[in-house]
């Protein structure tokens, strides 16, 4: 199957990686942001690091012979499927599906990584709500099993098939849900990260307290703070403001906190500061 992934970010390149190591010729395109070949370079870093750990070489190489740096979304003409895994913005997934519709075979499938946006709203930029479909991966892609399969109003059956089976040959653990603002996974987690963000905000306890206590007491591998800076304190804002928009309750409303943090340009790990301060990569003690 021949995919291009719309999105170079830490999702589209882990959706690309995993498809690339299924087998899937992979076309990786950033819109007019950094460079594919970036991205791929990226990738390429992480399956060495693999080797190390015990990856055959040949493995790796026969991954990275699938990926295609792409620099036009014309290039997907011929592709079987599409993920788009652009910013958490509507605006910009918009100009993107649209786009993509112009050029791609009437029955190439869109898969959309949103988090929280509305698959029926983004279907409806298509002329094929039928075969759109949201299909959320978890971070760190290549090694999280869930994929939330979301269809929209119009989904069709076909599609639905096709992608739960494209999951499970990924490895992954396809569940389906309702599409309704943040799904099941970001409509729990996000109302966990916010009330973390309040207990900061409030002098209840330091990040590291709230951390160390939902990490040891509620056994969670990592704590709310700590996700919140691997997923993006600017894409965790954005979901929080979808949710809250979508149901309009109080429990969804973003403490001011995180808008402060979002404001200053403290992101997370990707800007080296977020709740914590990362230094290439790694989390300072």
């Given at each position: 199957?021949?995919?291009?992934?719309?999105?170079?970010?830490?999702?589209?390149?882990?959706?690309?990686?995993?498809m690339?190591?299924?087998g899937?010729?992979t076309?990786?395109?950033?819109?007019?942001?950094?460079?594919?070949?970036?991205?791929?370079?990226?990738?390429?870093?992480?399956?060495?690091?693999?080797?190390?750990?015990?990856r055959t070489?040949?493995?790796?190489?026969?991954?990275?012979?699938?990926?295609?740096?792409?620099?036009?979304?014309?290039d997907a003409?011929?592709?079987?499927?599409?993920?788009?895994?652009?910013?958490?913005?509507?605006?910009?997934?918009?100009?993107a599906l649209?786009?993509?519709?112009?050029?791609c075979?009437?029955e190439?499938?869109?898969?959309?990584?949103?988090?929280?946006?509305p698959?029926?709203?983004l279907?409806?930029?298509?002329?094929?709500p039928?075969?759109?479909?949201?299909m959320?991966?978890?971070?760190?892609?290549?090694?999280?099993?869930?994929?939330?399969?979301?269809?929209g109003?119009a989904?069709s059956?076909?599609?639905l098939?096709?992608?739960?089976l494209?999951a499970?040959?990924l490895?992954?653990?396809?569940?389906?849900?309702?599409?309704?603002?943040?799904?099941?996974?970001n409509?729990?987690?996000?109302?966990?990260?916010?009330?973390?963000?309040w207990?900061?905000?409030?002098?209840?306890?330091?990040?590291?307290?709230?951390?160390?206590?939902m990490?040891?007491?509620?056994?969670?591998?990592?704590?709310?703070?700590?996700?919140?800076d691997?997923i993006?304190l600017?894409t965790?804002?954005?979901?929080?403001?979808?949710m809250?928009?979508?149901?309009g309750?109080?429990?969804?409303?973003?403490?001011?906190?995180?808008?402060?943090y979002?404001?200053?340009?403290?992101?997370?790990?990707?800007?080296?500061?977020?709740?914590?301060?990362?230094?290439?990569?790694r989390?300072?003690?």
């Amino acid at each position: 199957m021949k995919i291009m992934v719309v999105g170079a970010g830490q999702m589209g390149l882990g959706i690309a990686q995993v498809m690339a190591d299924a087998g899937h010729i992979t076309l990786l395109n950033n819109l007019d942001h950094t460079p594919p070949e970036q991205g791929i370079r990226q990738v390429a870093e992480r399956l060495a690091r693999a080797v190390v750990k015990g990856r055959t070489q040949e493995s790796v190489d026969a991954a990275l012979s699938g990926f295609t740096p792409s620099h036009s979304l014309k290039d997907a003409a011929d592709c079987d499927m599409v993920f788009e895994a652009l910013a958490e913005d509507q605006d910009v997934k918009e100009y993107a599906l649209r786009e993509l519709d112009k050029v791609c075979k009437p029955e190439c499938i869109f898969a959309t990584n949103t988090s929280s946006l509305p698959i029926t709203k983004l279907a409806s930029f298509t002329n094929r709500p039928d075969k759109v479909v949201g299909m959320h991966f978890m971070n760190p892609v290549p090694v999280m099993k869930l994929v939330e399969v979301i269809p929209g109003l119009a989904t069709s059956k076909d599609t639905l098939q096709k992608v739960h089976l494209l999951a499970k040959e990924l490895g992954k653990t396809p569940v389906e849900v309702r599409d309704v603002p943040g799904f099941v996974s970001n409509r729990v987690l996000q109302a966990l990260i916010n009330e973390a963000v309040w207990c900061v905000y409030e002098g209840v306890g330091t990040p590291e307290a709230v951390d160390t206590i939902m990490r040891l007491g509620m056994n969670h591998p990592m704590g709310p703070l700590e996700t919140a800076d691997l997923i993006g304190l600017d894409t965790v804002l954005s979901i929080q403001q979808t949710m809250y928009e979508g149901y309009g309750q109080e429990k969804y409303h973003p403490c001011p906190l995180l808008q402060q943090y979002v404001n200053a340009g403290w992101l997370g790990k990707k800007s080296g500061r977020g709740f914590y301060e990362y230094e290439n990569g790694r989390k300072k003690s």
